[in-house]
């Protein structure tokens, strides 16, 4: 089955730096989500983009389906940034829809 | 608006029991599906619904079961609990069975 690969797992910044956490896939893909999953579990949605560049506020990011991979932008990093950001790689297959998560990025942003 | 509700969440029970979570979703999405989320790791499918019927599986057991109501609601059902399936449990909703899905707070069971 298909792959979804994150990096880096574990991430240390300090406030007002800027990052990007990466997501590979090893096929192709229907559509791709960005999740930031907060300390009390929820994942809250961020980006659904299937290809090119979305931007929201201090979050950007780009994927290029052709070459199966994602990119979150994250500047000027706040401390309410930290948690887990997951990628979630969409598949339409047999007549429904999964989404297959990545290991997630695991960032702490401290003061 | 109400976003994907789901309940309870938080919940302990013995090995062997059953039990049943339940969730709501966003006003006018007719797609459920659930997660399983291990310590440590992304969420695993266990199932879609769309339209009352079941449309995906994971590669889960017989132990897990759901269903669709009427009205949307979804409720997940796991039988003979082992320790192995205390983990949080988050249902998420999609106005079709394709589009964008929206995930709620999560059932944090654990298996004592």
């Known amino acids: 089955g298909i792959q979804v690969e994150q990096s880096p797992p574990d991430l240390i910044l300090q406030e007002g730096a800027n990052s990007t956490l990466r997501c590979n896939f090893s096929d192709s893909v229907n559509n791709l989500q960005w999740f930031h999953q907060n300390p009390w579990g929820q994942l809250i949605n961020l980006f659904y983009i299937p290809s090119g560049t979305k931007q929201n506020g201090r979050l950007s990011a780009t994927t290029v389906a052709t070459e199966r991979y994602s990119l979150l932008y994250i500047s000027s990093s706040q401390t309410t940034d930290s948690g887990v950001y997951f990628c979630?790689?969409?598949?339409?297959?047999?007549?429904?829809?999964?989404?297959?998560f990545g290991a997630g990025t695991r960032l702490a942003v401290h003061p | 608006d109400a976003g994907v509700t789901q309940s309870p969440t938080h919940l302990i029970k013995t090995r062997g029991q059953q039990v049943t979570l339940r969730c709501s979703p966003i006003?006018?999405?007719?797609?459920v599906s659930w997660y399983q989320q291990v310590l440590g790791q992304g969420p695993q499918f266990i199932f879609q619904y769309y339209e009352k019927e079941e449309r995906g599986r994971g590669n889960f057991p017989d132990r897990f079961s759901a269903r669709q109501f009427p009205n949307y609601s979804s409720e997940l059902n796991v039988n003979a609990l082992l320790l192995g399936d205390s983990a949080l449990y988050l249902c998420?909703?999609?106005?079709?069975?394709?589009?964008?899905?929206?995930f709620g707070q999560g059932t944090r069971l654990t298996v004592v």
């Open positions: 998420a909703s999609s106005l079709y069975s394709r589009n964008e899905a929206f």
């Open positions: 006003s006018g999405h007719k797609s």
């Open positions: 979630a790689v969409v598949l339409f297959s047999g007549g429904y829809n999964k989404l297959i």
